[in-house]
């Protein structure tokens, strides 16, 4: 590690700073500087103010973004370590909201509850914060830093039940394991600089396309990389921390680790195979297919067998990984059909992001009267909240990719990809991703039965008060899940204008 942050400052010698291109990370910096101050000076019938100020200063952070979009010029700074490009400001914006509404539905979760409530915001928008960062990282260390600036404070929130024993039992599981995929990452990044000489992506895959992507440490240091990525992800073999973490962890908690962590991973993903090690996709392709078929089998055939709602929705987070690694496979399989995988991996982490959060956020919602996870509780649950029962049909499905909510056409981007790549191998793969999406239904089905058929249990049918700030990000969800079912061009265009240039 030492060797590579010399080299590192041995490049930056002369560091470049573009205040302009850097303003989403200031603003959020100067939110949670806010945010702590605030949390020191209220009492503790006012720590409200603190989650409104998070959901307000994460609203003024997406600002600099759209700005710089609509600037359209790519910036980079750090001999290129860290770009501002359409790529970035694609996730930049994805993290954002996918944060707001988290923020949404924690604001009465965590009043209610036995937590810190200041504490709490601020480690939410510190792991945005890494997020952020990850976005325009393309570079070793940064991807690093990132990545831990992302994961410590998520491993804190895992056990912020700090009463629960399972709270405090998942957050044990997801730190142990964390820290071990850490520690398998890191030597993989010091094996490929240590070949490559550089921490750089794009001066990697220069080495990695040229006689020394042929050596062996280059081979074993990306294979470490993709395995450690392979647990952020909550990839087969590799995800046996999720189930336990997602069922232990506060609600909101887990939206945020099944949407914006998994999210932070595959960026990170798409930079380091696309700019660092293109060069070598005889190495990294056959692998993201055994995980990517291993996973979505895995995941959902575990799924169907779940009677907590919580276990379940984490095991349909293994199988959606599996379906988000295809187009790495197949990008492997043929250059030209490279395009269409990054935009079928843009496009099915935005969609995904809006359709889970909107199940967990129901799941929030149908608690506060049942105050049980388990699916048998739904059972009649259109008699008394057919609100309710629209919304977490529509997520349901959605998450099932049935037409025309915006999951059909993520699950249309995946199979486009593998076809267009047009080998035996990413058409079996393609094979395997239909037969999963049939097996998926069934347990989606199940849940949409229970609220529709089956009878309300004791007889009670009081209704369900959803309170303002989680049924805000209850329509924000299920809006967005709507009309990009309806209107799918408009995120396939945004997939297309941020592909990343190949290394």
């Known amino acids: ?44 019938t006012r720590k409200y103010l603190v989650t409104q100020l998070a959901g307000v ?114 957050a044990l599981k997801y730190y142990l394991l964390g820290v071990l995929a850490s520690a398998v990452m890191l030597y993989g990044m010091s094996l490929v600089f240590g070949a490559s000489g550089s921490t750089l992506l794009t001066t990697i895959g220069e080495a990695v396309s040229g006689s020394v992507g042929e050596e062996p440490l280059i081979t074993m240091g990306i294979f470490l990389i993709v395995v450690g990525f392979a647990f952020k992800v909550s990839a087969v073999p590799f995800h046996f921390w999720a189930p336990d973490t997602y069922e232990g962890a506060p609600t909101p908690v887990t939206a945020f680790l099944s949407v914006a962590s998994k999210t932070g991973g595959f960026v990170a993903l798409m930079q380091l195979v696309y700019v660092g090690f293109y060069g070598r996709a005889d190495v990294w392709g056959p692998l993201f297919w055994v995980l990517a078929a291993l996973t979505m089998t895995v995941g959902n055939l575990v799924a169907l067998r779940q009677t907590n709602i919580v276990r379940m929705l984490a095991y349909s987070s293994v199988a959606q990984a599996g379906y988000i690694l295809v187009p790495f496979a197949v990008a492997a399989e043929n250059p030209d059909a490279v395009g269409t995988a990054q935009t079928a991996t843009m496009v099915y982490l935005v969609i995904y992001a809006a359709m889970n959060l909107g199940a967990f956020a129901i799941v929030m919602a149908v608690a506060r009267k049942t105050r049980s996870g388990e699916i048998s509780s739904y059972g009649g649950l259109f008699n008394y909240a057919p609100g309710l029962t629209v919304l977490m049909t529509i997520f349901v499905f959605s998450l099932a990719g049935i037409p025309p909510l915006g999951g059909w056409f993520a699950k249309l981007a995946i199979f486009q990809s593998a076809l267009d790549a047009g080998t035996s191998n990413a ?74 240039a190949t290394g």
């Open 427 to 500: 058409v079996l793969l393609a094979v395997v991703a239909g037969v999963n999406s049939v097996i998926a239904l069934f347990y989606y089905a199940s849940i949409a039965r229970e609220m529709w058929m089956r009878p309300v249990p004791d007889e009670d049918r009081t209704p369900i008060t959803v309170p303002a700030p989680l049924a805000a990000a209850l329509g924000l969800t299920a809006v967005a899940v709507v009309a990009v079912g309806v209107y799918p061009q408009a995120v396939a265009r945004l997939g297309d204008l941020a592909q990343l």
């Open 57 to 170: 200063g994460v609203l003024v952070t997406i600002v600099p973004v759209i700005a710089l979009a609509v600037n359209g010029d790519d910036r980079s700074m750090f001999a290129g370590a860290y770009v501002v490009d359409d790529f970035a400001l694609l996730f930049k914006g994805l993290f954002l909201a996918t944060g707001y509404v988290v923020l949404l539905m924690s604001t009465r979760y965590i009043e209610e509850g036995d937590y810190y409530e200041g504490e709490y915001s601020f480690l939410l928008l510190a792991a945005l914060l890494g997020m952020v960062v990850m976005s325009s990282s393309r570079d070793l260390i940064s991807i690093f830093v990132a990545l831990e600036l992302l994961s410590i404070p998520a491993y804190m929130l895992a056990g912020w039940r700090k009463r629960d024993l399972r709270s405090n039992e998942a």
């Open 1 to 44: 590690m030492l060797s590579l942050l010399l080299a590192q400052a041995d490049t930056f010698k002369t560091p470049h700073l573009d205040y302009a291109a850097l303003s989403p990370e200031l603003v959020l910096t100067g939110v949670l500087v806010a945010v702590l101050l605030l949390d020191l000076v209220v009492d503790e």
